[in-house]
């Protein structure tokens, strides 16, 4: 994707008052074009929804602010001793108003959904487009509003469900909206989403069909569970099991309704860049794609650095549990993220998502190195590496929607039927670590899956989430593994600076 954006994203930006890149905006709103003079050709269209995309890889969202926001709070990584406050806010579960990490983040998710909000006002006005290719870009404005709406209630609850282009400043001052407005709305724009985009796979980078049908799947199981579990702000559900229904619905017609996505078989492979980002048949979805020829951190990703150790060059035999096997250079990082113990002790020892998926020895002009989860140079994830990096440079998509999590959220759904068992097995099966255990309840089964998604989807955003949706943050993050949670536990505070600046805010 990145190759053909960049032709677009220049003439898109004109008139447009939001910056990109590290900055943050010091003013709102979070990003106007003018309607007026702008979205006049299929050539304007095709801009817009570019521009739209290139939120997603940008450092204060998937190249590196979403994980430090949901993978820090977890018992799956801390972060280095001179980090900045707010990952020691997120990491201790303290979190407040200030958080600067929050801060940025919120703003990236508004960001987007101005520029989702741009592409679906005034797209399907475009003359001179052929209908499939107006439906195409106004369902792909659909599907990225819904997923910044999606992380944003997930991560701070109720919050303003903003839908409209902003042409004047006064605007600007909305109030927050209840949780189930905010999931009515998501589940309107992915429908919305799923009856425009009719294409199983488009190009890299780009939303398909088969992602808008994954993430609201995700969307009714999230509700779902939430309900199930007690977890707070979802007394508005009504029925659980009708929506376990919907997400089994929606997750079934990409299991068994599409080929362009399956899982694949070596885990290796999963996360090869030559492999995902070229094969027929790929386990990626839908990802924040990037490119290491780009011109700008954003076009290019650094967050395979957060992960590696500092230390010095590694090199790492390409498949851990074959020696022998092709050996790759992958560098060296940042140090900045840390594997925790609690993550990594939670593996069986024949777990190949452990074996060959976290790196727990190097080489090093010829001399090997062992990883200590106890010490600074810890084992570290494999899944976001590019042995043909240029610089810190990387091409090393971060993943938003892999056939796993769908066929895991399949799983879920289904309860312990005959299906459930046979989705979960699959993945168990890659694992190497053999069936589950059959015979069990339903709340049993469902436990099991959420564990196997804590293992099977580890590093990638997911389990934060996981836990808020079962209402198990106590339960496992204090009970099991001995953190103090004294704010923050199933959303976040809304930042102070959007608290500020729009008197509407409660």
Same mark, same amino acid.
């Not at 702008?38 to 095709?46: C, F, G, I, L, M």
């Not at 959904?113 to 475009?126: L, Q, T």
């Not at 452990?354 to 899944?383: A, M, W």
């Not at 796993?404 to 299906?419: K, M, N, R, V």
């Given at each position: 994707m990145?190759?053909?954006?960049?032709?677009?994203?220049?003439?898109?930006?004109l008139?447009?008052?939001?910056?990109?890149?590290?900055?943050?905006?010091?003013?709102?709103?979070?990003?106007?074009?003018?309607?007026?003079?702008?979205?006049?050709?299929?050539?304007?269209?095709?801009?817009?929804?570019?521009?739209?995309?290139?939120?997603?890889?940008?450092?204060?969202?998937?190249?590196?602010?979403?994980?430090?926001?949901?993978?820090?709070?977890?018992?799956?990584?801390?972060?280095?001793?001179?980090?900045?406050?707010?990952?020691?806010?997120l990491?201790?579960?303290?979190?407040?108003?200030?958080?600067?990490?929050?801060?940025?983040?919120?703003?990236y998710?508004?960001?987007?959904?101005?520029?989702?909000?741009?592409?679906?006002?005034?797209?399907?006005?475009?003359?001179?487009?052929?209908?499939?290719?107006?439906?195409?870009?106004?369902?792909?404005?659909?599907?990225?509003?819904?997923?910044?709406?999606?992380?944003?209630?997930?991560?701070?609850?109720?919050?303003?469900?903003?839908?409209?282009?902003?042409?004047?400043?006064?605007?600007?001052?909305?109030?927050?909206?209840?949780?189930?407005?905010?999931?009515?709305q998501?589940?309107?724009d992915?429908?919305?989403?799923?009856?425009?985009?009719?294409?199983?796979?488009?190009?890299?980078?780009?939303?398909?069909?088969?992602?808008?049908?994954?993430?609201?799947?995700?969307?009714?199981?999230?509700?779902?569970?939430?309900?199930?579990?007690?977890?707070?702000?979802?007394?508005?559900?009504?029925?659980?099991?009708?929506?376990?229904?919907?997400?089994?619905?929606?997750?079934?017609?990409?299991?068994?309704?599409?080929?362009?996505?399956?899982?694949?078989?070596?885990?290796?492979?999963?996360f090869?860049?030559?492999? =995902?980002?070229?094969?027929?048949?790929?386990?990626?979805?839908?990802? $924040? %794609? #990037?490119?290491?020829?780009?011109? @700008?951190? !954003?076009?290019?990703?650094?967050?395979?650095?957060?992960?590696?150790p500092?230390?010095?060059?590694?090199?790492?035999?390409?498949?851990?549990?074959?020696?022998?096997?092709?050996?790759?250079?992958?560098?060296?990082?940042?140090?900045?993220?840390?594997t925790?113990?609690?993550?990594?002790?939670?593996?069986?020892?024949?777990?190949?998502?452990?074996?060959?998926?976290?790196?727990?020895?190097?080489?090093?002009?010829?001399?090997?190195?062992?990883?200590?989860?106890?010490?600074?140079?810890?084992?570290?994830?494999?899944?976001?590496?590019?042995?043909?990096?240029?610089?810190?440079?990387?091409?090393?998509?971060?993943?938003i929607?892999?056939?796993?999590?769908?066929?895991?959220? =399949?799983?879920?759904a289904?309860?312990?039927?005959?299906d459930?068992? $046979? %989705? #979960?097995?699959?993945?168990?099966? @890659?694992? !190497?670590?053999?069936?589950?255990?059959?015979?069990?309840?339903?709340?049993?089964?469902?436990?099991?899956?959420?564990?196997?998604?804590?293992?099977?989807?580890?590093?990638?955003?997911?389990?934060?989430?996981?836990?808020?949706?079962?209402?198990?943050?106590?339960?496992?993050?204090?009970?099991?593994?001995?953190?103090?949670?004294?704010?923050?536990?199933?959303?976040?505070?809304?930042?102070?600076?959007?608290?500020?600046?729009?008197?509407?805010?409660?």
């Amino acid at each position: 994707m990145k190759k053909f954006a960049y032709r677009y994203i220049l003439p898109a930006m004109l008139g447009v008052s939001t910056l990109v890149g590290c900055s943050k905006l010091d003013e709102q709103p979070y990003g106007m074009i003018n309607s007026q003079t702008y979205y006049k050709t299929a050539d304007d269209a095709r801009a817009a929804i570019i521009y739209a995309y290139s939120i997603l890889p940008e450092v204060g969202y998937y190249s590196r602010g979403y994980y430090i926001i949901t993978e820090l709070p977890t018992e799956n990584l801390t972060q280095k001793g001179d980090a900045g406050v707010g990952n020691f806010e997120l990491d201790e579960l303290r979190t407040t108003s200030t958080n600067p990490d929050l801060d940025n983040i919120w703003t990236y998710m508004y960001r987007g959904i101005a520029r989702a909000n741009a592409v679906i006002a005034n797209v399907p006005k475009i003359p001179g487009m052929t209908d499939a290719e107006r439906n195409q870009i106004t369902g792909e404005g659909y599907f990225l509003r819904a997923l910044h709406f999606f992380n944003l209630v997930r991560m701070f609850g109720e919050v303003p469900l903003r839908t409209t282009t902003i042409d004047d400043a006064s605007q600007i001052p909305i109030a927050k909206s209840p949780i189930k407005d905010v999931y009515t709305q998501i589940v309107s724009d992915l429908q919305a989403a799923d009856s425009l985009i009719t294409q199983s796979r488009i190009s890299e980078g780009r939303a398909n069909q088969p992602a808008a049908e994954g993430l609201l799947a995700k969307v009714y199981l999230h509700l779902a569970s939430s309900k199930a579990s007690g977890s707070p702000g979802y007394d508005f559900v009504t029925n659980p099991d009708e929506l376990y229904a919907q997400a089994k619905l929606y997750a079934e017609k990409v299991v068994a309704g599409q080929s362009a996505f399956a899982l694949t078989p070596a885990l290796p492979d999963i996360f090869n860049i030559d492999i =995902y980002k070229k094969a027929a048949v790929t386990e990626h979805i839908f990802d $924040a %794609a #990037v490119d290491r020829s780009g011109d @700008r951190e !954003g076009s290019f990703s650094k967050l395979p650095n957060m992960f590696l150790p500092a230390d010095r060059p590694m090199t790492i035999a390409y498949n851990q549990l074959k020696p022998d096997s092709v050996k790759i250079d992958i560098g060296q990082g940042w140090g900045h993220f840390r594997t925790e113990s609690g993550v990594y002790f939670s593996y069986a020892d024949n777990d190949r998502r452990k074996t060959q998926l976290i790196v727990s020895s190097y080489t090093n002009n010829g001399q090997t190195y062992q990883l200590d989860i106890s010490s600074s140079s810890r084992p570290f994830t494999r899944k976001f590496i590019d042995p043909a990096r240029i610089g810190d440079a990387t091409s090393a998509n971060s993943p938003i929607i892999r056939y796993s999590d769908i066929l895991l959220t =399949y799983a879920e759904a289904c309860g312990p039927t005959a299906d459930g068992y $046979a %989705a #979960v097995n699959k993945i168990r099966a @890659r694992a !190497g670590i053999g069936d589950l255990q059959p015979g069990l309840s339903a709340a049993t089964f469902r436990n099991a899956v959420v564990q196997e998604r804590a293992w099977e989807l580890a590093f990638e955003g997911s389990r934060l989430f996981d836990l808020r949706r079962t209402n198990t943050m106590e339960k496992v993050l204090v009970q099991q593994y001995g953190k103090v949670i004294t704010s923050g536990a199933y959303f976040f505070p809304i930042p102070q600076r959007e608290l500020d600046t729009n008197p509407l805010m409660k």
